[in-house]
């Protein structure tokens, strides 16, 4: 599911909100590597029901054996908003197209992807650290290692669709594609977070999101040096007319053009 590049469509009417946050010494929105700094985890703060409780039993602390990072990472789908405070924020990106809104949110090791549209409200997120995030709300909790893929009608007219893949690579093959993701993130201006952990080794979260007249397209990267961890999420938030109304919609327009062609040729429609 590769996201297209936006049309001209696409790209009237949007307004862009872009801040960034004070990083505990790592880089936020539009900047490089901080040296010097340290893994700072997610800022998660403990609340009653947790998804980690409800699908892991509780996950260990980060950083305790090459595979950590690779065990911990799930994709998180919501049918509501989270608060800000269970994420230690660098940067975010709010913007309004048409009809809805998207708002996404970078930190250390993971990212956040608000949608909403007329009152319904949708949140993507990837982390490590899910023993604490409240469960309320919760369309999937999915483990991030290999290669998986998930679909789900969340609303009557929103349907979400997501994919990620990871990769564990050499030291040497790591660096390389820090490098290239450094680059596209400075390209394509990106919303992303850079650091560096306590043995010196960068590390890299990054998001991009496409908006399109009814869809939306998010693309999301997290590159951990303890592991040579590179997880890959692609996802689509896509507005759809649910059936029933597609079919009335059919009909009315189809009795509408009844008419038309009765008054046209003199003649009552259904009359002979």
């Not at 399109?212 to 692609?234: A, K, P």
């Amino acid at each position: 599911m590769e996201p297209s590049a936006p049309t001209q469509e696409a790209m009237q009417n949007e307004s862009h909100e872009q801040n960034s946050f004070a990083g505990n010494g790592g880089a936020s929105h539009f900047g490089g590597p901080s040296p010097g700094g340290s893994i700072g985890g997610s800022g998660i703060v403990g609340s009653p029901g947790s998804v980690g409780s409800a699908f892991q039993g509780g996950l260990a602390p980060t950083g305790l054996s090459k595979a950590s990072s690779l065990q911990n990472y799930h994709m998180l789908a919501f049918r509501k908003a989270l608060h800000p405070e269970f994420f230690g924020i660098e940067g975010r990106q709010r913007v309004q197209h048409g009809d809805y809104e998207t708002e996404a949110w970078i930190f250390r090791g993971g990212h956040s992807l608000r949608f909403t549209l007329n009152g319904f409200c949708m949140t993507e997120v990837v982390l490590e650290q899910i023993d604490q995030i409240p469960d309320r709300g919760l369309v999937a909790a999915l483990p991030c290692a290999g290669e998986r893929d998930f679909e789900e009608k969340v609303a009557e007219n929103i349907v979400y669709m997501t994919t990620m893949q990871t990769e564990t690579l050499s030291d040497h093959l790591y660096l390389g594609t820090y490098k290239e993701m450094m680059q596209h993130a400075r390209e394509n201006d990106s919303l992303f977070a850079a650091w560096t952990d306590a043995a010196g080794k960068p590390n890299l979260s990054l998001i991009d999101v496409q908006h399109f007249r009814n869809e939306v397209h998010v693309q999301g990267y997290q590159l951990r040096s303890d592991c040579g961890l590179v997880l890959r999420t692609q996802s689509m938030i896509q507005i759809v007319t649910p059936k029933g109304k597609a079919t009335r919609g059919a009909d009315a327009r189809g009795k509408a053009s009844g008419r038309a062609s009765g008054k046209a040729s003199g003649k009552a429609p259904g009359r002979a």
